[in-house]
C-alpha cells in the first residue's frame, strides 16, 4: 500500500486504512487524522519492515489520537510478523494495539494512551510517559526502558476492570524514577494467579511506586514469575477471594530508593 506525502514532510492518512505493509515515498512522519485507524497487517518475514520510510534521513514518527483512533499491528485472522523501525506518539486515549503475532516497534510516547496485545507478543524499545498523564497496558508487553520526567506523576496501568495486562522490564539498569505501576484487573468468580496482572521488574533497585491491587502482583529481581507461581500451583498458597489476592515476589534483597 503506497500513499504519497503530504505537505512538507509528513504523509496525512485522514480515513482509517489497512494493508501488509506501508511504503512513504518521501517524508519521516506519517499522522493519522484523530479517530481513525492505520492497520499494518504484517508479513510471515519478523524482520520485515512495517512502514518502509524511503527517505531514510532523521526520525521516523507515526502519530495517532483519539480514542477511537490508534495504529494496529497484525490480522484478525492469522498469524503475523513485523517489525516498525519509528516512534509511535499516541495521545488522548489513542491505542497501539498488536494482535494474532510477534512485533517489535522501536519506541512509542503516550499521553493518556493505550497499548493492547491480543493474542500476540509485544516488544517495545522503550516506552515514555508523559508526565502527569497514563498509559494503560492490556496483554503481553516487553520493553528495555520506561521513561518519564523526573519526579513527575505519570502512571502506568497494568490492566484494567475488563482485561489483564502483562508487563515485562528487561533491562536491570531501566531508570524508572517519577512513574507509579498499578496493578488491579477487576476479580471475577473462578480467578486463578494465570488471570492476575503482572509487573516483572528485573531490578534489585526500586526507584517507583508499585502498586499490587487485586488480582494482581509484582515480581522484582529476576526475570520470571515461575518461583512465585510455583507457590499456588502446588498448593502451598490458594489465589482466590478469600485467600491470596495480591502478591509481590522478592527473588533476592533489594533496596528501595526513591519509590516505595
Known amino acids: 500500500y503506497k500513499r504519497q506525502t503530504g505537505e512538507g514532510s509528513t504523509v496525512t492518512i485522514d480515513k482509517s486504512v489497512g494493508g501488509k505493509t506501508l511504503v512513504v515515498d518521501a517524508g519521516h512522519t506519517v499522522e493519522v487524522k484523530k479517530d481513525k485507524t492505520l492497520t499494518l497487517v504484517g508479513t510471515n518475514d519478523a524482520s520485515g519492515e512495517l512502514i518502509n520510510f524511503k527517505d531514510t534521513e532523521g526520525d ?15 490480522s484478525e485472522t492469522s498469524e ?24 517489535e516497534v522501536e519506541a512509542v510516547k503516550a499521553k493518556d494512551a493505550h497499548i ?7 516488544k ?19 520493553t528495555d526502558k ?20 502483562e508487563l515485562t522490564i528487561a533491562n536491570k539498569d531501566a531508570n524508572l524514577a517519577g512513574l507509579t ?38 515480581v522484582l529481581g529476576t526475570d520470571n514469575d515461575a518461583a512465585l507461581k ?17 502478591a509481590a515476589y522478592v527473588a533476592q534483597p533489594v533496596t528501595v530508593e526513591t519509590g516505595a
Not at 520526567?149 to 482485561?163: E, F, L, P
Not at 488471570?195 to 534489585?204: E, V, Y
Not at 510455583?230 to 495480591?246: D, P, R, S, Y
Open 116 to 122: 493492547a496485545v491480543n493474542s500476540a507478543e509485544l
Open 181 to 218: 505501576f498499578f496493578l488491579d484487573p477487576a476479580w471475577q468468580d473462578g480467578t486463578k494467579i494465570t488471570d492476575a496482572s503482572k509487573l516483572i521488574l528485573n531490578k534489585t533497585t526500586v526507584d517507583a511506586n508499585l502498586i499490587a491491587g487485586s488480582n494482581s502482583y509484582f
Open 60 to 74: 521516523k514518527i507515526v502519530t495517532a489520537t483519539g480514542a477511537q483512533g490508534g495504529v494496529t499491528l497484525g
Open 124 to 142: 517495545v524499545g522503550t516506552i515514555t510517559a508523559n508526565n502527569t498523564l497514563t498509559i494503560t497496558i492490556t496483554g503481553a508487553v516487553t
Open 230 to 246: 510455583e507457590q499456588f500451583q502446588n498448593g502451598n498458597l490458594k489465589w482466590a477471594k478469600n485467600a491470596v489476592t495480591a
Open 80 to 103: 503475523k510478523k513485523g517489525t516498525l523501525s519509528a516512534t509511535v506518539e499516541l495521545s488522548d486515549k489513542a491505542t497501539l494495539t498488536a494482535q494474532n503475532g510477534t512485533f
Open 146 to 165: 520506561i521513561e518519564a520526567a523526573q519526579n513527575s506523576k505519570a502512571v502506568v496501568n497494568v490492566g484494567r476492570d475488563t482485561a489483564k495486562g
